[in-house]
């Protein structure tokens, strides 16, 4: 028995058809696993640098701690007004020797920074006896 050649053919067209879609899948599958292989790269990377960001606000957090137990007894002090400014006066030489700025001094002690820049200034013009003038 032979087959019609239209037929054949048509199988013939079919059977390529098929195999130009397994190959199309394939390929597609081929890609679909590189993309899914970079995709899980960039995951990696981005927890990675997520986990680094949060490594970093840990120990901004622990730093910001520790700068607030620094400067909680100076600020306790700030509270109460000292009579006349004296002791007031006394803080303010006292954080510049040891190196604080004026910002921070004036932030601590409740004081413009015009006050603190005036009071260091009359300290190194005249030493410790011009804060007992004033």
């Known amino acids: 028995m032979s ?3 239209i037929v ?4 013939v067209s079919l ?3 098929l195999s130009c879609l397994a190959a199309a899948f394939a390929l597609l599958r081929r ?3 590189a993309e899914r292989t970079r995709f899980e790269d960039l995951l990696k ?3 990675e640098r997520l986990d680094n960001f949060h490594a970093q606000l840990e120990d901004y957090a622990r730093r910001l701690a520790e700068s607030e137990q620094r400067y909680a007894p100076a600020a306790e002090a700030a509270a109460f007004p000292a009579s006349l400014h004296l002791n007031r006066r006394g803080q303010v030489v006292q954080l510049h020797r040891r190196g604080e700025n004026v910002r ?6 409740g004081m413009s920074q015009g006050e603190v820049k ?3 200034k009359l300290h190194d013009i005249n030493g410790a006896g011009a804060l007992k003038k004033i």
Request: net charge negative; hydrophobic share 55%.
């Open 118 to 120: 005036l009071m260091i």
């Open 104 to 109: 921070n001094i004036a932030c601590l002690l």
């Open 31 to 33: 890609k679909w696993e």
């Open 15 to 17: 059977v390529i058809a």
């Open 3 to 5: 087959i019609n050649p």
């Open 45 to 47: 990377e981005q927890q």
């Open 8 to 11: 054949e053919a048509g199988l």
